[in-house]
Structure formats: structure tokens, C-alpha cells
């Protein structure tokens, strides 16, 4: 399933994601509808969200206007923090899929692991999700915000190896190592924050390459992760943006400039520790 343009990325259970999407994280539910239908216009067939965005519903929304075939859409939602007991994760997904107003997922995660909460039990957490698999209405199950160790412990302790590892990447945190992880264990890395929420585009190397190649730094930014296989789904409210965000697919980056971008890597942060998150919402 993938728009003409946008190359897809096969799972380990046999699907195929398509590389390019759209974020909703921080996007209004008032604002959800327009920007999400914005995004279909441009050429978007894949949109991220989770229960955490308060936008679920709005989501739902917009694949009913679009008029999309179901099955050309890839929607993605998370379980959010309060709900990792196995009860209450079954009672949220059933509230999710509601919210959106859908019978299935496409993608189905743990949104972060939380090893300092629920007495470190992200495995049941896990185990319900393989029922949500098992019954047909997550097609394909992951995680995200998970470390090696995380992911070790499924190894050891689940059926199911995780379909993707949604985690923060971009050129100021390239993740080399859990990438290198994720990979040797074939799990597809969606990198979140791609742009940093907009913290690399004024980066000096960036720039450059920007206006030698003559695209925006964002799409320079956007077209490294696609090079390097990850997935991406940039958020933005700005229907110039929008469009602008998944014009990236009549260039490529040379092997120079990937790595000159990869080079970058400060180990920097722009959200949490998922070593010690421990957010809980009320
Ligand atoms: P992004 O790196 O996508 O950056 C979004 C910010 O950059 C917004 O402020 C946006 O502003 C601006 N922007 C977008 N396009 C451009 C452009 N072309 N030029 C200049 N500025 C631009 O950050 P997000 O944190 O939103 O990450 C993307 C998605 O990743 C989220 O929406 C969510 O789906 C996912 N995510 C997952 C997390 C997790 O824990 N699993 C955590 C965080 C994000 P404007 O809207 O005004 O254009």
C-alpha cells in the first residue's frame, strides 16, 4: 500500500508501510481534520497518532472525508501510559478503535515502556497487544521509545518480535546504535521529531547542502532519514508546509552528504529519556 511516489517498507510480518506519513502529535483536535485532509490532498497516505494527542477522533474524521478506500490508508495509534495493565490496555484499545471509528488498525504500539512504573512489566503490556493482532483489529503490532534492553526482554519473554521501534531520531540524535539494533533484529525504525521540531534546520551544514542541491533544509532533513530506510511522518498545521515536507522524492542525497548529516550527532535530546519517562496521565 503505498501513494506512486512514496516507496513502502515491508515489515517482519509481511506488510507494507508506506515510509512517508503524517504526524499529529500537538496538532489541536479543532485543527485535525483540515491539516490531516491537507496531507491526503498532498499525497499522504499514512498518519500517526495515538491516544496520548487527544486527536483520534478527529483522524477518523478526516479518513471518512477524504472518501480514501480504508485499505489506502495506513493509520497508527498508541496505547497511552495509564492503560499498560493488561485490562486496562484491552479497555483503551477498545476505546481507540472506537474513537477513530474503525474496525482495525494498521499499526498498533506501546507508546513508551516505562521501566520505572508497573513494576517494570511492559511484557504483559506487550502480550495483550499480540491478542489485538491475533483477533485482526491491529494488523501489525510495535513498539516505541524502546532501548535494546526493552527489546531484549521481548525477545526473551514474548512470541511476537515488534513490527517498528518508534523512537527519537534526527541529525542532532542519529541513534546509530539502536538503529544498528533494530535492524539486525528486523524491526523497521520510524524516527520521530524528524526535523527536531525545527531545531536542525538552521544548522550550518544543512543550509549548505539545502542550497547546493536546491531543496528546503526540512526536505534535505526528510530526504536523509528516507535514505537511510527509516520512517518518517513530519507534523505540521501549515498547508505550505505540508506539501512542502513530502516534495522530497525526485532528489537524492549523495553518500557525502548523508553521512556529513549523520555526522552531526550531538546524542541531543529534544524529548524524554525513555530510560526514566515515567509520565503517567490522571
Ligand atoms: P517534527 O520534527 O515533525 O517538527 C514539527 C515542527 O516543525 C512543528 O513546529 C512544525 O510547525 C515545524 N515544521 C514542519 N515542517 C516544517 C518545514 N518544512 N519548515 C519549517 N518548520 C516546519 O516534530 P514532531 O514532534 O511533531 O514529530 C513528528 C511526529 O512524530 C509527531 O507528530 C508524532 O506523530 C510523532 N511523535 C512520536 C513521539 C513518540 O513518543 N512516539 C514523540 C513525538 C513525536 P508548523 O506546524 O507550524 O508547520
Known sequence: M???????????????????GFGVFQIEPKDTVKATLAAFEAGYRHID???????????????????????????????????????????????????????YVDLFL?????PTRYDGDFVSTWKTLEEFQHDGRAKSIGVSNFQTNHLNRLRDEADITPAVNQVEVHPYLAQNELRRYCVEHQIAVEAWS?????????????????????????????RWHIERGDIVFPKSVNPERITENIDIFDFELSGEDVQAITGLDRHERTGPDPDTFDMIPD
Do not use: C
Open 2 to 20: 503505498t501513494t506512486s511516489h512514496v516507496p513502502g517498507i515491508t515489515l517482519n510480518d509481511g506488510r507494507t508501510i508506506p515510509q512517508f
Open 49 to 103: 497518532t495515538a491516544e496520548m494527542y487527544g486527536n483520534e477522533k478527529e483522524v477518523g474524521e478526516a479518513v471518512r472525508q477524504s472518501g480514501l478506500p480504508r485499505d489506502e490508508v495506513w493509520v497508527t495509534s498508541k496505547l497511552n501510559n495509564n492503560a499498560h495493565r493488561p485490562d486496562d490496555a484491552r479497555r483503551f484499545f477498545d476505546r481507540t478503535l472506537s474513537e477513530l471509528g474503525l474496525d
Open 110 to 114: 506501546i507508546h513508551w515502556p516505562l
Open 194 to 222: 524528524p526535523i527536531a521540531q525545527g531545531k536542525v534546520l538552521d544548522d550550518p551544514t544543512i543550509i549548505e547542502i539545502a542550497q547546493r542541491v536546491g531543496k528546503s533544509p526540512a526536505q534535505v532533513v526528510l
